[in-house]
């Protein structure tokens, strides 16, 4: 299963949303966003054994 996002920042929301799921029962294996903006949501979801995979990061923005 994945679970997807507009944009990351700290991973905070879609880790509760991680939460409920395998609270439920489910499995995560990735989160699909559109706009990682590299402030440690992908090291957060490692933490977890989840796969971030994102169309752009920060720097696609010149930022």
Same mark, same amino acid.
């Given at each position: 299963?994945? $679970?997807l996002e507009?944009?990351?920042?700290t991973g905070g929301s879609t880790l509760e949303a991680l939460d409920?799921? !395998?609270? /439920? +029962? &489910?499995?995560?294996a990735r989160v699909l966003c559109l706009v990682d903006r590299g402030e +440690? /949501?992908? !090291?957060? =979801?490692? !933490?977890? &054994?989840?796969?971030? !995979? /994102? $169309? =752009? +990061?920060r720097g696609d923005f010149g930022v």
């Amino acid at each position: 299963m994945a $679970l997807l996002e507009d944009t990351t920042t700290t991973g905070g929301s879609t880790l509760e949303a991680l939460d409920i799921v !395998e609270a /439920a +029962g &489910g499995k995560v294996a990735r989160v699909l966003c559109l706009v990682d903006r590299g402030e +440690g /949501a992908a !090291e957060a =979801f490692a !933490e977890r &054994g989840v796969t971030l !995979e /994102a $169309l =752009f +990061g920060r720097g696609d923005f010149g930022v």
